[in-house]
């Protein structure tokens, strides 16, 4: 079986020689490299025309000639690659050197998602993230709509076939991955869960939380949950379970509630307003997320607050330092 390694690269000249180094170092050989270069302004090309030439790897280059965002790098790289099974990563992470050796193992030939788990923090005392148990494409898809679950692109490798026909929505960069990694779920019939940390993600984010879910940004999410909806739309699954989706939305805007500011409490509460009731509804969720929604489902700020200060700024704070 043969790999497409997709990874869009836009100003990442600090970051990129060390997700080089990651990907030199996989002990898998049996894959071809795709980079989407979005039309940046920093040396990233360069040190991807040094890689491509020097590396002795299967390698596509792709130029953008003006930026178009994440979604549409990815659309370049998904019409150019030949591998059986597609993975990802984010040009300022790093991948385990057994990523693909051991996500080619665990498709058993014929697999349709492989997933693993991952480290907060590119460093060796970085926190372990166990991904939730899953046995069936329907399980991972209540984890996903749940909240127990992540849907970031880098934690999956998925067949070629069962997503031939799907993109990622131009222009909608955030929650993007949340779309395409749904419906691919949607469509599987045998999934893989591996219990190791095969990947490392750089945490360092300086954004606020308000800025992150502004305006614009939260109409690129609307716009992906809107594709999901469509997708999810008379099939068994929202059948069987008709508030998935409803519980998405509330999985969606919870980064709102890890915040020290009362407008993000605010605007969680007013976006998507139909999913507040089912943050009363505890599901598999743990009982500190529990109990921080059902307090903000009762605009209890200062509760909130609280959680935030404990466990963000001192709980999290002592165990991962």
Same mark, same amino acid.
């Given at each position: 079986?043969?790999?497409?390694?997709?990874?869009?690269?836009?100003?990442?000249?600090?970051?990129?020689?060390?997700?080089?180094?990651?990907?030199?170092?996989?002990?898998?050989?049996?894959?071809?490299?795709?980079?989407?270069?979005?039309?940046?302004?920093?040396?990233?090309?360069?040190?991807?025309?040094?890689?491509?030439?020097?590396?002795?790897?299967?390698?596509?280059?792709?130029?953008?000639?003006?930026?178009?965002?994440?979604?549409?790098?990815?659309?370049?790289?998904?019409?150019?690659?030949?591998? $059986?099974?597609?993975?990802?990563?984010? !040009?300022?992470? &790093?991948?385990?050197?057994?990523?693909?050796?051991? =996500?080619? /193992?665990? *498709?058993?030939?014929?697999?349709?998602?492989?997933?693993?788990?991952?480290?907060?923090?590119?460093?060796?005392?970085?926190?372990?993230?166990?991904?939730?148990?899953?046995?069936?494409?329907?399980?991972?898809?209540?984890?996903?709509?749940?909240?127990?679950?992540?849907?970031?692109?880098?934690?999956?490798?998925?067949?070629?076939?069962?997503?031939?026909?799907?993109?990622?929505?131009?222009?909608?960069?955030?929650?993007?991955?949340?779309?395409?990694?749904?419906?691919?779920?949607?469509?599987?019939?045998?999934?893989?869960?591996?219990?190791?940390?095969?990947?490392?993600?750089?945490?360092?984010?300086?954004?606020?939380?308000?800025?992150?879910?502004? $305006?614009?940004?939260?109409?690129?999410? !609307?716009?992906? &949950?809107?594709?999901?909806?469509?997708?999810?739309? =008379?099939? /068994?699954? *929202?059948?069987?379970?008709?508030?998935?989706?409803?519980?998405?939305?509330?999985?969606?805007?919870?980064?709102?509630?890890?915040?020290?500011?009362?407008?993000?409490?605010?605007?969680?509460?007013?976006?998507?307003?139909?999913?507040?009731?089912?943050?009363?509804?505890?599901?598999?969720?743990?009982?500190?997320?529990?109990?921080?929604?059902?307090?903000?489902?009762?605009?209890?700020?200062?509760?909130?607050?609280?959680?935030?200060?404990?466990?963000?700024?001192?709980?999290?704070?002592?165990?991962?330092?």
């Amino acid at each position: 079986m043969r790999i497409s390694l997709i990874i869009p690269v836009y100003n990442a000249e600090k970051t990129l020689p060390a997700t080089l180094d990651s990907i030199r170092a996989q002990r898998f050989r049996d894959f071809e490299v795709i980079f989407s270069e979005d039309a940046g302004t920093d040396g990233s090309a360069a040190l991807l025309e040094a890689f491509c030439r020097e590396s002795g790897l299967s390698c596509k280059l792709l130029r953008a000639q003006k930026n178009g965002g994440a979604a549409a790098a990815r659309n370049r790289a998904l019409e150019v690659a030949e591998g $059986d099974y597609l993975a990802f990563a984010d !040009a300022d992470d &790093l991948m385990k050197p057994d990523m693909l050796e051991r =996500a080619a /193992e665990a *498709t058993g030939g014929g697999a349709d998602i492989v997933g693993w788990d991952w480290t907060l923090g590119l460093s060796e005392g970085g926190r372990y993230m166990r991904q939730a148990d899953y046995a069936t494409p329907e399980q991972a898809l209540l984890n996903l709509t749940g909240g127990t679950m992540r849907w970031t692109l880098w934690l999956f490798m998925l067949k070629r076939d069962l997503v031939k026909d799907l993109r990622f929505i131009p222009g909608a960069d955030l929650g993007e991955d949340m779309q395409f990694i749904l419906q691919a779920f949607l469509r599987a019939n045998r999934v893989v869960q591996i219990h190791e940390s095969l990947y490392c993600y750089n945490n360092t984010n300086e954004a606020s939380i308000s800025k992150t879910f502004n $305006d614009v940004r939260r109409v690129q999410i !609307a716009t992906n &949950l809107a594709a999901v909806e469509e997708s999810f739309a =008379a099939t /068994e699954f *929202t059948r069987k379970y008709p508030m998935a989706v409803t519980d998405l939305k509330l999985y969606l805007k919870r980064p709102l509630l890890i915040s020290p500011h009362r407008q993000d409490y605010e605007l969680w509460y007013n976006w998507f307003p139909e999913a507040n009731d089912r943050a009363r509804v505890r599901a598999a969720l743990p009982a500190h997320t529990y109990l921080l929604q059902k307090m903000a489902a009762g605009r209890c700020w200062a509760g909130v607050r609280i959680y935030y200060l404990v466990m963000h700024q001192i709980l999290y704070k002592l165990l991962y330092r």
